[in-house]
């Protein structure tokens, strides 16, 4: 009984670490790599990846900085009465902290995995998406078999680029 009220209790925690990573860490690796055909991005990256670990952690935090210097704009302007500016400015501020932590994490991985520390974290981060994702599995499966069923157009539709999406990403028809 107190394992099933744990699991109720960090269900919600579970749905937010799928979600970063089915979608989230998905788009912003696919925006990522598109942007990596620009010569400056792919001049960046190659100097991202020369530096050490413990000058690739700083940019974590200056990342950090920047996106809460994003957010009190963003309450600057509800308090001024512009809730959509504000809302807007929230989300753009995210998303693009978002990208650039994932730019740097990739570029500077190897760095970054020399600290035992860091792979501890990680490997944390990664059992509790597992877990997250072994929770809802039933969920994602009978969302699976539903969309399978009903086969309305708009459900047709977006098998088919999904399918698409999975081809050019993975190379592979099945996801």
Not at 1 to 26: F, K, T, Y
Not at 40 to 66: C, M, S
Not at 88 to 98: C, F, K, S
């Amino acid at each position: 009984m107190r394992s099933r009220l744990r699991d109720i209790v960090l269900l919600p925690a579970a749905l937010v670490v799928v979600v970063l990573e089915d979608v989230v860490w998905a788009g912003a690796t696919a925006l990522l790599r598109g942007l990596n055909r620009l010569p400056p991005v792919r001049w960046l990256d190659a100097w991202l990846r020369t530096l050490p670990g413990w000058a690739a952690l700083p940019l974590f935090l200056l990342l950090e900085v920047l996106g809460r210097v994003g957010e009190f704009w963003a309450v600057s302007q509800l308090v001024r009465g512009h809730a959509a500016s504000a809302a807007i400015t929230y989300v753009w501020v995210r998303l693009l902290a978002t990208l650039a932590a994932v730019f740097v994490y990739h570029a500077c991985e190897t760095a970054l995995l020399r600290y035992a520390w860091f792979v501890t974290v990680l490997g944390w981060v990664r059992r509790v998406r597992d877990w997250a994702l072994a929770m809802i599995a039933p969920w994602r499966a009978w969302l699976r078999e539903a969309a399978q069923r009903g086969r309305s157009r708009a459900t047709r539709r977006f098998a088919a680029m999904r399918r698409a999406l999975a081809v050019r990403r993975f190379g592979a028809s099945d996801q």
